[in-house]
Antibody, heavy 121, light 108 residues
Framework: EVKLLESGGGLVQPGGSLRLSCAGSGFTSSSYAMSWVRQAPGKGLEWVSGISGSGGTTDYADSGKGRFTISRDNSRNTLYLQMNSLRAEDTAVYYC??????????????WGQGTLVTVSS | EIVLTQSPGTLSLSPGERATLSCRAS???????LAWYQQKPGQAPRLLIYGASSRATGIPDRFSGSGSGTDFTLTISRLEPEDFAAYYC?????????FGQGTKLEIK
């Protein structure tokens, strides 16, 4: 059974940093691309960043370019999102989501339960 | 970036009725690479449909997807109480992928 468990969310001041983690189980990490998708309170879904199964290819939405860094450790089956220079508009629940293939833009077949990031002074 | 517009914003129906949700793209979606998700309050989204019309594993056959190009539809043939939720479409035919703003399906 595929499971994804995010952690690392919390309250951070504007301009601060946070690192999110997503621990996966039930699948071979290197065989699947992964993404982060966020949802601001009461709003819709927004793709944030994606990474290939090998970790060699990454992509970012314009909203996070230059501020967010996605990475993965396949030996630990863990996905990361380093978020710097955080803004109030980054406040959201952040979901990690599994892609059913090794690379590329695709749909998401499994999602974690999400971790809340609140950017406020 | 492809913009997806879902309609209606809110749909009020009763259990047993048929629900039809629309998703319109600002440009043609490559290879009908369109997915639908269901999200209940406080929960993560769940994949329902991919490739515009293929049901994901474990999804009941009352859920069906159709459409091509710029116009797509999610149909729920007979609403069950557990189907009242928010629904989002997503295109993954071009990068970056994008989501519609959602349709809330509520009990009438």
């Amino acid at each position: 059974e595929v499971k994804l468990l995010e952690s690392g969310g919390g309250l951070v001041q504007p301009g601060g940093s946070l690192r999110l983690s997503c621990a996966g189980s039930g699948f071979t990490s290197s065989s699947y691309a992964m993404s982060w998708v966020r949802q601001a309170p009461g709003k819709g879904l927004e793709w944030v960043s994606g990474i290939s199964g090998s970790g060699g290819t990454t992509d970012y939405a314009d909203s996070g370019k230059g501020r967010f860094t996605i990475s993965r450790d396949n030996s630990r089956n863990t996905l990361y999102l380093q978020m710097n220079s955080l803004r109030a508009e980054d406040t959201a629940v952040y979901y990690c989501a599994k892609v059913p293939r090794r690379s590329g833009t695709y749909y998401f077949d499994y999602w974690g339960q999400g971790t809340l990031v609140t950017v406020s002074s | 970036e492809i913009v997806l517009t879902q309609s209606p914003g809110t749909l009020s129906l009763s259990p047993g009725e048929r629900a039809t949700l629309s998703c319109r793209a600002s440009q043609s979606v490559s290879s009908n690479n369109l997915a639908w998700y269901q999200q209940k309050p406080g929960q993560a989204p769940r994949l329902l449909i991919y490739g515009a019309s293929s049901r994901a594993t474990g999804i009941p056959d009352r859920f069906s997807g159709s459409g091509s190009g710029t116009d797509f539809t999610l149909t729920i043939s007979r609403l069950e109480p557990e189907d009242f939720a928010a629904y989002y479409c997503q295109q993954y035919g071009s990068s970056p992928c994008s989501f519609g703003q959602g349709t809330k399906l509520e009990i009438k």
